[in-house]
Structure formats: C-alpha cells, structure tokens
C-alpha cells in the first residue's frame, strides 16, 4: 500500500472538527490506533510543530507539521532510512450543515513494496 484516504462526514460544524482534530496530543481519546502523542516543541500547533506519535504496532516516530491553512488542514511528515510518510488532515463544510474530515497518508521511498 503506497496511499491511504479516508472520508467521513460529521454532524458537527467544520470548526468543531478543527478543533477537535488540531488538538493532536488528544487523539487517545478518540481514535484506538494511537497510544499517545506527545508534543516536543511549544506553542501552537504551526509549520515546524513537531509530536512524537506511539502507535500500537509500531516504534514511536517523529512527525513534524510541513502545511498549515488554520481551521481547514494541516499535514504533517515522518521521515525513515529509506521511506518518506505524510499525513494530510483535511476539514471541510459539507451540504448538511456538518463536516466532511478526510485523511490521507502517503507512502513513499525504495523501501517500499510494489508489484508493478
């Protein structure tokens, strides 16, 4: 698998989603895949902001933020010898009145598999 995206449309206002969502060290709370995040810098969540993410099945690895359009996206990326993994988080109005969150996350490097 080189990319991932999902898509869910949520009965609450795009800024709640944002908040939610911008709040990583919070993630715990809600999603089952994240053991903890830490932040390792101060300040509001910005381009530069780094997290140190546990995740059940893998070592922690380091993510630092590389977009930020406030109340809408951020993305974020780790880096490893050989591979490359960014994260989009991206919050949009949707036509009920609520929100649609998508998340992507892309793979890339030469230490990935691929059948081609």
Same mark, same amino acid.
């Given at each position: 698998?080189?990319?991932?995206?999902?898509?869910?449309?949520?009965?609450?206002?795009?800024?709640?989603?944002?908040?939610?969502?911008?709040?990583?060290? #919070?993630?715990?709370? =809600?999603?089952? $895949? &994240?053991? *903890?995040?830490? !932040?390792?810098?101060?300040?509001?969540? %910005?381009?530069?902001?780094?997290?140190?993410?546990?995740?059940?099945?893998? #070592?922690?690895?380091? =993510?630092?933020? $590389? &977009?930020? *359009?406030?109340? !809408?996206?951020?993305?974020?990326?780790? %880096?490893?010898?050989?591979?490359?993994?960014?994260?989009?988080?991206?919050?949009?109005?949707?036509?009920?009145?609520?929100?649609?969150?998508?998340?992507?996350?892309?793979?890339?490097?030469?230490?990935?598999?691929?059948?081609?």
């Amino acid at each position: 698998m080189k990319d991932f995206s999902i898509t869910v449309q949520i009965a609450a206002s795009p800024a709640r989603v944002w908040q939610v969502m911008s709040d990583v060290e #919070r993630w715990p709370e =809600w999603t089952p $895949t &994240v053991a *903890s995040i830490t !932040r390792t810098n101060a300040g509001p969540l %910005r381009i530069g902001a780094r997290a140190r993410i546990r995740q059940r099945w893998w #070592r922690p690895t380091d =993510w630092v933020v $590389t &977009v930020l *359009s406030e109340g !809408r996206q951020f993305d974020w990326e780790t %880096r490893s010898v050989g591979m490359r993994v960014t994260a989009q988080h991206l919050v949009e109005p949707n036509a009920c009145g609520g929100a649609r969150a998508t998340l992507t996350v892309q793979f890339k490097g030469c230490l990935l598999y691929t059948s081609d």
